[in-house]
């Protein structure tokens, strides 16, 4: 599941990991046993951002999965080949809000353009997030950084 936070100007919330600083990625997660696309999106933006439904209203969810091939120095062995992405729409509820990234995915967050996103998720994602978020990015179109604990 990935979650695509939005606030009125069309702006996302984009997160930096914490293993790899500079790469920047949407809040997602995948399925556990008997659970279904919306609950898993719940409970990873819940675990990840510190967001939920008092904080987010769900908004939209295209009906396709998106591939994201693995590149070849990350399948190895050929055992696992990538990933297939549900994606949800959100938007939040109070511009103010400020997500709590968990310090072991997130370290840090801003609100961006989908077009910067696009540019500077790690490349093998980026068919996908074009796919969803569309565009090409406009100078400085990121706005402050906002890191944990910070």
Do not use: C
Not at 45 to 51: A, F, I, N, V
Not at 70 to 75: I, Q
Request: charged letters at 30%.
């Amino acid at each position: 599941m990935i979650a695509v936070v939005r606030r009125a100007d069309g702006h996302v919330m984009a997160f930096e990991r914490a293993d790899k600083p500079g790469q920047w990625q949407l809040p997602q997660g995948g399925l556990e046993r008997g659970e279904q696309p919306e609950e898993a999106l719940w409970r990873e933006l819940e675990e990840e951002t510190g967001l939920g439904p008092a904080d987010v209203e769900l908004v939209g969810e295209p009906s396709d999965w998106i591939v994201a091939p693995w590149p070849l120095d990350v399948v190895r062995d050929g055992a696992r080949l990538g990933q297939v992405h549900r994606w949800f729409e959100l938007l939040v509820r109070d511009e103010s809000i400020e997500p709590r990234p968990d310090g072991r995915e997130f370290r840090a967050w801003k609100w961006v353009e989908p077009a910067w996103l696009v540019a500077n998720v790690v490349e093998f994602k980026r068919p996908g997030y074009r796919q969803v978020l569309g565009g090409e990015p406009s100078e400085s179109s990121s706005e402050r950084t906002i890191r944990r604990g910070v």
